[in-house]
Structures are given as structure tokens and as C-alpha cells.
């Protein structure tokens, strides 16, 4: 049962959540000893333990599948006594079979532990307290009752419920959720409001009480148009006209010309956006363009727009929230540094006292900010932002060279830039989420990994590479395309210092290693044999350095456990429009 990790994690149960479980036995108990009573506790009992056994896997004649590729082993006999849902699913297919999740539940995602919980109670009748840290944030905001996690966790499992013809089970999640709404930042209650919806007549209660919410909130025509579908949005919006409740700053957004910038955006048009400005009708801050940009549309074309020079990268909405508190929604690293290199502020206060590094934590499963990352993995983007805001908010690491190495080098530029590739080639290899984001940042398209005399550089077109030549080979000329590697790869390392400090003093000590730094010098004036010894040493040095690194990376991974900072804050899903982030979401 490697594959799933266990159903049960007993010992490590969040308090939050539960409440459910707490409330099954007044569902299903009885004061009253009825033999029939004790018998069906004593299969649901049986049917709990052959659930958690790590046996659950071999008897079983199906399996779900994750997007993630995670796979969850389920007996089709079980499954069609339970629910008529999956007894249409399972009929007429064979043993063996995989039914994909993303298949099965159409229009929104579900992850595996609210998967997991729902599937439980059709084993065994008993709600099931989800993990500790899946449905807690990272922030320390109070009870974590109304925290994105939580409320992920909640509507996964309403979603799922329904979809699975589980109606008990909807009920007990609407109620969950009605219990909490009062304490859901306003931008998760379309969540919920999203989900709701899906779920029809099976939540009308959970339906109405979110619409009032939303209908009384500051939420803009924006954010409800990429949020919700258009029959939600007319009922909300009638409902605020018949209120007398529509402001006039949210009329702003219905401007023509604001829309068609929206639009040439939505089609990564900047060339577009550019001409409709030199119209003089609007500016890219009163259209709130880089919001727009920020929240729905990719890094590249956000970049571009910010290029322009055009918008305060500090503007904020009508809503108060600035570029950066929308982008701290996102989960977008790249997006993230990009804004903070134009000069975005990580101190800036959104209306109700909360910075993007507050509005980031608050979106962030614990679960998944303290798993440790597996050398040479990518850094889940979630904690990369986090860490990236916590950084921001530090003092600037001094100007200077990147390590002694590069100092040494002094003028010479060929040993500078072979220094460089080298350097971001590492990067790429141990901490590749980190180097992508300054990589990326800084037009890099990739390195030379370790170039060494004689090896070539890895899924690199001769074409495409203006460096693409021996670097350690004389007579070496620098050419203008050289000079602009060199100032890429700069901006790369540059960045690395600012945003990823620890992940720089790892690379500061493997580079200015005396024995890599001769293995950088090698020249035409050795023999094939002496070559072949520093190549073997290199191997070997890269070993020793790699296990060290896997050591520090552990021990940096336990100390973040126990040192995790707290701050208290209300989270939302995106200030400036759309319910994405998070768990689940719509496909």
C-alpha cells in the first residue's frame, strides 16, 4: 500500500475538521443495547480496520486515480452497495480497472485526503477527521476554523459527497459549513458559493446564505465574472440593484475602454494594450491593468506589462489591495519576485491590516509548508512565495560578488563566466524551483552544467546558445553575446542572494571549494590522463557535496518546523478577482 501512504494517519489528526467525526455517533447511535445496533458497529468496526490495514491493497479490484498520478485502491463490491453512483460506474467493467478522479467528478478537483475522508464513511458509516496540517493554514490565525485550508478541506468533501450520491453526508458538510461562514474571509466565500452551486438542490440553505454575503460585500463585477457562472452573477447583482447596494467605484470596471484592455490582456496582447493606451481614454492604474494582469494571466505577459513602465506597481484597487497582495494569492513565485524587483512594497497594508506575506500563509496547507522537499525536487510553489515575502521583508543582502571564487577571478572574464554557468547549472540541479524563478526573471535559457573540458551542455541547441563553445579552451575571445551571458547569469546569481539567501551560502560553499575551483581551470595543456583524474575527482567531490547538502537540507526542514512565524489575518482567495487557489478548484 506504498502508493497511497495509508488511509490512516492516527496519530496525527487536526483538531479542526472534526467536528464531524464528533458528531457520527449522535447520527448513528442509540442508547438502546438493539442487537442489531451492536452488529453493525461491530461491521463497521471490522470494516474500519481492513480500511487502515496495510493489507487494504491487495484485495482490492479497482483503483481511483489522482491528478497527481496518486492511485487509491477501492473494492467495487463495497462501492456499489454504498452508492448507486459508483454502482452505474462499476458496472459491466472489469476487475483491475482504474477510473480516473478528474473523470469522475467532472468539474471540480478533489484531493486525495478529502477523497480519502469520503470514501471512508462509505466503508465504515464514520466520518473521518482528516490529517493534522490539511486543513490548517500556516499563519497562526486563531482557530483555524476559517482559514482556506479548512474551507478547501470542507467543500472538497461536500463536492464529493455529491458527486458520490452520498446525501447524509452532503447535508453534514452544508451544515459544517454554514456553522463557519462567519468566520470565511469574504473572496473564500465564493468558494464555497462556487460549490454550492454545483451542488443544486442538495445545498440551498448553504447557497442562499452566501449569495446574501457576497450581495453585502465589496467584491467587484470583476472578481464575480471570473469567479462564478453568469447566472450566480445576475442573481447577485440584481439582488444589489434592488438593495440600492451598488457602489459607484465598482462602476469603474465598466468602463468600455477599461474592458477592451481587460480583453487584449486576456489574449496576452500587450502590443494591444499599448495601443488602446495612446488612446488617451484611460491609463493602465485607473483600468488597474497590472491587478488584472497579475491575477489572470500569465507571468509572461504580467512581465511584459510591467516592462512598459506604464503602472504603479504599488496602485490600489478599489478594494485596497495592492499589486502584491493580489499576486500573493496567486501561488506564482516568478510573479511574486518579478513585482518586488520593480519596487512592490511587502509592507503595505491591505484595508484590514494585512500584508501579502500574511495573505500568503493564510492560503498555505501546513501540510504541505513543512514536508520536506527531496533533494533536487521542486520546492512546492506555495512555500517558495512565502519564503520569498519573508525574505522581501528582511534588509537587502550586501552588493558584492557572489562568493570568494568570483572575486579571485578578478578581470578575467572567461573564468567569470564559466564561474557562472557553473554556479546556475548547480542551482538548477539542487534547488530547481528556485533557479527557474531567477532564471526565468533574468532571460536565462539555461547553462552549461559543470563545463568541463570536453562535456558538452545538456538539452541545449547549438543554435539557441551564443556561449556554446569550450570554455576552458584558449585562445577564448569575449564577444558582445558573451558579455551579455555574462550580465544574465549576474542578474541571475544577484537575485538568488536576494530572495534565496540560504539557498546561496549552499552554493557559496560548494563554489569556492579549492578542489571545484581547480576542476574550473582546466586547460589544453594537460594530459588525457591527468584530465581523466579531475574529471574522476570532480565526480567524487559532487557526491561528497551533495550528501553534506541532503544533511543541512534536513536539519534546515526541522528547524523551519519548530520556528514556523505567526501572524493574525484574514485570508481571501484573490483581491482582485477569481476563487483559484487552494485545494480544490474548478477544472
Known amino acids: 500500500m506504498d502508493n497511497r501512504n495509508g488511509f490512516s494517519d492516527s496519530n496525527d489528526f487536526s483538531s479542526i475538521c472534526c467536528v464531524a467525526a464528533a458528531n457520527t455517533e449522535t447520527l448513528f447511535s442509540t442508547e438502546t443495547l438493539n442487537p442489531d445496533i451492536t452488529a453493525l458497529r461491530i461491521l463497521s468496526n471490522n470494516l474500519n480496520s481492513a480500511f487502515e490495514s496495510p493489507d487494504f491493497e491487495l484485495y482490492s479490484d479497482a483503483k481511483i486515480v489522482l491528478s497527481s498520478g496518486r492511485e487509491v485502491p477501492v473494492h467495487r463490491c463495497i462501492l456499489s452497495a454504498r452508492s448507486q453512483f459508483f454502482k452505474n460506474i462499476f458496472d459491466g467493467k472489469e476487475s483491475g480497472a482504474k477510473f480516473e478522479l478528474k473523470e469522475l467528478v467532472r468539474d471540480y478537483d478533489i484531493g486525495f485526503d478529502s477523497l480519502v475522508s469520503v470514501l471512508g464513511y462509505l466503508y465504515t458509516g464514520k466520518v473521518r477527521p482528516l490529517p493534522k496540517g490539511v486543513c490548517v493554514c500556516v499563519d497562526d490565525c486563531c482557530s483555524h476554523v476559517g482559514c482556506r485550508p479548512a474551507v478547501d478541506s470542507m467543500v472538497e468533501m461536500l463536492y464529493g459527497s455529491f458527486v458520490f450520491q452520498v446525501p447524509e453526508l452532503v447535508d453534514l458538510y452544508q451544515m459544517q459549513l454554514l456553522d463557519i461562514l462567519d468566520k470565511v474571509a469574504t473572496d473564500d466565500i465564493l468558494v464555497v458559493?462556487?460549490?454550492a452551486n454545483k451542488c443544486s438542490n442538495g445545498c440551498e440553505k448553504l447557497l442562499a446564505s452566501c449569495i446574501q454575503i457576497v450581495v453585502k460585500s465589496d467584491v467587484d463585477i470583476v472578481t464575480l465574472d471570473k469567479a462564478l457562472p453568469q447566472n450566480v452573477v445576475k442573481q447577485i447583482v440584481d439582488l444589489q440593484i434592488e438593495l440600492n447596494l451598488v457602489k459607484p467605484e465598482s462602476q469603474i470596471f465598466s468602463d468600455k475602454h477599461m474592458k477592451r484592455i481587460h480583453r487584449a490582456l486576456d489574449s496576452d496582447d500587450v502590443e494591444l494594450v499599448r495601443m488602446l493606451l495612446k488612446e488617451a481614454h484611460t491609463n493602465l492604474d485607473d483600468a488597474c491593468a497590472l491587478h488584472y494582469a497579475v491575477a489572470y494571466c500569465d507571468a509572461k505577459t504580467t512581465t511584459e506589462l510591467l516592462d512598459l513602465g506604464l503602472a504603479d506597481v504599488n496602485h490600489r484597487n478599489p478594494r485596497g489591495y495592492t499589486v502584491l497582495h493580489v499576486a500573493a494569492t496567486r501561488k506564482d513565485p516568478k510573479i511574486i519576485v518579478s513585482l518586488l524587483t520593480k519596487g512592490a512594497r511587502p509592507s503595505d497594508l491591505t484595508l484590514d491590516g494585512r500584508k501579502a506575506i500574511q495573505i500568503s500563509k493564510r492560503l498555505t496547507r501546513a501540510a504541505d509548508y513543512f514536508t520536506p522537499t527531496e533533494e533536487g525536487k521542486a520546492s512546492p510553489k506555495d512555500r517558495l512565495c512565502i519564503e520569498i515575502l519573508e525574505q522581501a521583508e528582511r534588509r537587502d543582502p550586501l552588493l558584492g560578488e557572489a562568493s570568494?571564487?568570483?572575486?579571485?577571478?578578478?578581470?578575467?572574464?572567461?573564468?567569470?563566466?564559466?564561474?557562472?554557468?557553473?554556479?546556475?547549472?548547480?542551482?538548477k540541479l539542487l534547488f530547481p524551483m528556485e533557479a527557474k524563478v531567477a532564471m526565468d526573471i533574468a532571460n536565462v535559457d539555461g547553462t552549461f552544467e559543470f563545463t568541463l573540458a570536453g562535456i558538452k551542455p545538456k538539452n541545449m541547441a547549438s543554435a539557441q546558445r551564443p556561449t556554446d563553445v569550450d570554455l576552458n579552451e584558449a585562445p577564448f575571445i569575449i564577444?558582445?553575446?558573451?558579455?551579455?551571458?555574462?550580465?544574465a547569469l549576474s542578474t541571475t546569481v544577484e537575485l538568488g542572494k536576494r530572495f534565496f539567501p540560504r539557498?546561496?551560502?549552499?552554493?557559496?560553499?560548494?563554489?569556492d571549494a579549492e578542489d571545484l575551483t581547480q576542476l574550473a581551470r582546466v586547460g589544453n595543456n594537460i594530459s588525457p590522463e591527468e584530465r581523466v583524474l579531475k574529471r574522476t575527482r570532480y565526480v567524487e567531490l559532487q557526491e561528497v557535496l551533495n550528501k553534506a547538502f541532503s544533511e543541512d537540507k534536513v536539519e534546515f526542514d526541522r528547524s523551519?518546523?519548530?520556528?514556523?512565524?505567526?501572524?493574525?489575518?484574514?485570508?481571501?482567495?484573490?483581491?482582485?478577482?477569481g476563487g483559484g487557489g487552494g485545494g480544490g478548484r474548478p477544472h
Open 560 to 577: 523551519a518546523i519548530s520556528s514556523s512565524s505567526s501572524s493574525k489575518s484574514v485570508g481571501l482567495v484573490r483581491p482582485f478577482g
Open 479 to 487: 564577444k558582445e553575446e558573451h558579455l551579455n551571458r555574462l550580465k
Open 404 to 427: 570568494f571564487s568570483l572575486a579571485m577571478a578578478g578581470e578575467d572574464l572567461r573564468i567569470k563566466l564559466l564561474y557562472l554557468e557553473n554556479r546556475v547549472g548547480l542551482a
Open 503 to 511: 539557498c546561496s551560502e549552499v552554493l557559496n560553499k560548494i563554489m
Open 193 to 195: 458559493l462556487f460549490v
